[in-house]
């Protein structure tokens, strides 16, 4: 018989600062390397080993060969739990220059997973509410037909999306900003198409995302207001 929720073996995974840094590396949703998740948590490569050894053995990431190269993922479910534990959690100290600076540049705009958070993320969201792309709708949100139209003209069709069991368009409360961005299957959409038309760049192993001047200005011209 299976007794209740081990909840503290869970914490004691996530205490350690070093897993800790590549959970949060892992939260920008793309599947790394070892050697990458390394240098990203600023640690040697048999220490990232070890941690990512604990955490796929505690059932917090998934490894997957891919070639030659294993990269590592978050299991199910684990971002939305990082994500909400990001909401309780202090500010990190500030030790740098560098610190800072990336500090700045995770609250402008980040994956939060597979869809954009931050002040952008945000401000896009707020500017799709008001337009009435978006409507809210019992702590969620629902396209609207003026939506449907709006989103194919970036060419997002909302009927096509693969929703995979999850919802089209949720809410999802932005731990730096503490106002809602967009998640769901659109908001995963609205991420990559942002990409392909490059309005949005990514940065390798990292959560941090630049918005490019071009991405500025067709922002504002779809969605008619500016939104950095």
């Not at 059932?59 to 994500?83: F, M, S």
């Not at 019992?138 to 009927?159: C, H, K, N, Q, T």
């Not at 919802?167 to 392909?196: K, N, T």
Request: positive net charge.
């Amino acid at each position: 018989m299976a007794g209740d929720a081990d909840l503290a073996r869970v914490a004691a995974l996530m205490a350690d600062r070093g897993r800790a840094a590549i959970l949060l590396v892992l939260l920008g949703g793309r599947p790394q390397s070892a050697s990458a998740l390394a240098d990203a948590a600023g640690m040697s490569r048999p220490s990232a080993s070890g941690h990512l050894r604990k955490l796929v053995d505690g059932g917090l990431l998934v490894v997957e060969p891919v070639g030659r190269r294993k990269l590592y993922r978050l299991a199910t479910a684990v971002g939305d739990a990082v994500e909400g534990l990001l909401l309780v959690a202090p500010p990190a100290e500030v030790t740098s220059l560098r610190t800072a600076l990336r500090g700045d540049n995770l609250r402008r705009a980040r994956m939060c997973y597979d869809h954009l958070a931050g002040t952008v993320g945000v401000a896009v969201a707020e500017a799709l509410v008001g337009r009435g792309f978006l409507v809210e709708d019992d702590g969620s949100y629902r396209v609207s037909p003026d939506g449907v139209r709006g989103l194919s003209a970036v060419g997002i069709e909302v009927d096509a999306l693969d929703r995979g069991g999850r919802p089209l368009a949720r809410r999802c409360m932005d731990w730096s900003e503490r106002r809602y961005h967009l998640a769901g299957s659109l908001g995963a959409a609205l991420m990559s198409r942002f990409v392909e038309l490059r309005w949005l760049r990514l940065h390798e192993a990292s959560r941090v995302v630049s918005l490019t001047p071009d991405g500025r200005q067709g922002l504002a011209t779809w969605l008619e207001r500016e939104v950095a």
